[in-house]
């Protein structure tokens, strides 16, 4: 088998396939062309079969090539697997944390409390899983997660316990394209727009599955509208650019900043009572809290709460 580890010739194929030229895959590498050809050839070689066919632009893998390309890829997994186990049992001064959280979730609220912790303990390391809600909370639930950081904490199963930032707001962004848009105004006044009228509008949405799209459902269902979802997105931020572009309305926490532009489009805060989110932090019930999980929980509830401010 080939001398050259399985990482780089991961490299070199994924070269190779972006660029469909070899001369420009190497360059991009920093080797030279008859090197990189001399390594693929090699290979080829070896295994007695073609890798990436040639003889067509965009270059593509061979279906012998898409297993050997699998392979590396279990190859490189399986190791990074195991210098973390290995770091797992060689560090055993340090305490691991493993915090899941919604990727768009967690560029909002770690910042937030997570450095005021690590001073705290220096030595604590934090492994971060940006994932989406359902499966954060199958991996808490099996134990392969310490804590989940999320929203609307009443959707979470009665086997996990969780702190509370309390009830904030969602804001809809009314683009120009839409029935409800007020020229020049920045903000529209709260309790002025029936919700039942912002659910009949054109839609731009999160994806099913995300703790914001299950309540915006559940209005859905309340008011018996049949709504017009234009575009959906598993990204908030790609849902708010496109709302302010003018594609259509969407609603979002007060969390995701959002600049005035009113000759754009309204920002119109949904009344409290109307909808609402609440950020949480979960834990397993039976869990036994160390006192570095009572430190993580109280900077999170401390310095959440005191750093949570509309437009920050």
């Known amino acids: 088998m080939s001398k050259v ?12 396939l972006k660029y469909s030229n070899y001369s420009k895959a190497a360059k991009s590498l ?50 990074s697997k195991l210098l973390r186990e290995i770091s797992d049992v060689s560090d055993n001064d340090r305490t691991i944390i493993k915090i899941g959280v919604l990727p768009s979730l967690g560029t909002y609220l770690l910042p937030l409390f997570l450095p005021d912790f690590a001073t705290m303990h220096p030595d604590c390391r934090i492994e971060l899983l940006e994932d989406l809600p359902g499966k954060n909370e199958k991996l808490i639930q099996n134990n392969e997660l310490d804590f989940w950081i999320g929203q609307n904490s009443r959707n979470i199963s009665p086997n996990l316990n969780s702190v509370s930032w309390g009830r904030h707001r969602y804001r809809a962004v009314i683009p120009r394209c839409c029935d409800l848009y007020q020229k020049d105004v920045a903000i529209i006044a709260e309790g002025t727009i029936d919700i039942s009228i912002i659910l009949c509008q054109r839609l731009i949405l999160t994806s099913k599955g995300s703790a914001i799209r299950k ?89 959440g709460q005191d750093h949570f401010d509309i437009g920050d």
């Open 5 to 16: 580890c399985s990482q780089d010739i991961l490299y070199y194929i994924d070269a190779i």
């Open 30 to 79: 920093y080797i030279s062309q008859p090197y990189l050809t001399q390594v693929i050839k090699r290979v080829e070689n070896e295994l007695n079969c073609e890798l990436i066919t040639r003889n067509k632009l965009p270059y593509r893998l061979t279906e012998q090539g898409k297993i050997y390309y699998q392979y590396l890829t279990s190859l490189e997994n399986n190791y």
């Open 215 to 303: 309540q915006i459902d559940q209005l859905l269902n309340v008011y018996k509208v049949e709504p017009k979802i234009i575009m959906e997105s598993t990204e908030i931020n790609t849902v708010l650019k496109l709302a302010t572009g003018n594609l259509g309305l969407t609603i979002i926490p007060e969390s995701i900043y959002v600049k005035e532009c009113p000759s754009e489009y309204n920002i119109y805060p949904i009344p409290i009572d109307e909808l609402s989110l609440d950020y949480f932090m979960a834990y397993h019930g039976e869990r036994t809290r160390t006192s570095i999980d009572n430190d993580l929980i109280d900077a999170f509830l401390t310095h």
